[in-house]
């Protein structure tokens, strides 16, 4: 069964601090996303990977990095929290590159910066 | 950007009836993809409709694709409490990226 897990269900963090966020899939897939969901907004592309070590950005990639180190991982980083991070985060894989695939979604992390 | 735009907002029936949402869009688009979220949950992918593909069916779900008006359905037939959740539309405009719209709040009543 496709699978793709996140660190946290819920995680509380202070501003300013520095904010880990792993995904990991165990679908093989090329592809690697990150989501903020956000009421009245939908889900909004921070940064997304199509390969090791390569990453593009989404739409709101203001405040946030992410790396790829390997194929199963993707991880999100918030470099300075602030309150307006307070969000459901998203992670989702996909198979090949492009849309033309469905994307596997992990459980989310709802993240609450103080 | 926001591709996609659901409508309505929310939508309460009772368990039995058909449940019909609607999405628009802006741009021209490679295919067309419908998920499901379950409170405070992940998506499910529902189903997928490509640019060249007029209606699709997948159990009681019926997708139609209307590309002159930009346009998609989504239809759930005999709705059951189960199927409570949102709805999202997601458009690939022939990038490497879905965009989804802001979802439909489906609440289904027993």
């Known amino acids: 069964d496709v699978k793709v897990t996140q660190s946290s269900r819920y995680l509380v963090k202070r501003t300013g601090e520095k904010v880990f966020l792993e995904c990991v899939q165990d679908?093989?897939?090329?592809?690697m996303f990150w989501y903020r969901q956000d009421p009245g907004l939908g889900l909004r592309l921070i940064y997304f990977s199509y390969d090791v070590k390569m990453k593009e950005k989404g739409d709101i990639p203001e405040g946030y990095s992410v790396s790829r180190e390997k194929k199963e991982r993707f991880s999100l980083i918030l470099e300075s929290a602030s309150t307006n991070q307070t969000s459901m985060y998203l992670c989702a894989s996909s198979l090949n590159a492009g849309g033309s695939y469905e994307q596997y979604f992990g459980p989310g992390t709802r993240l609450t910066v103080t | 950007s926001q591709q996609g735009e659901e409508d309505p907002q929310a939508l309460s029936i009772q368990e039995g009836e058909n449940a019909t949402m609607n999405c628009s869009y802006k741009?021209?688009?490679?295919?067309l993809q419908w998920y499901r979220q379950n409170s405070g949950r992940g998506l499910v992918h529902l189903i997928l409709?490509?640019?060249?593909?007029r209606e699709k069916h997948s159990g009681r779900l019926r997708v139609t694709l209307d590309t002159s008006k930009k346009s998609s359905s989504l239809l759930i037939t005999a709705s059951r409490a189960a199927d409570t959740a949102s709805y999202f539309c997601?458009?690939?405009?022939?990038?490497?990226?879905?965009?989804f719209g802001a979802g439909t709040i489906l609440r289904v009543k027993s």
């Open positions: 997601a458009t690939d405009a022939w990038g490497n990226k879905l965009v």
């Open positions: 741009t021209s688009i490679n295919n």
């Open positions: 409709i490509r640019s060249n593909e």
């Open positions: 679908m093989d897939h090329e592809n």
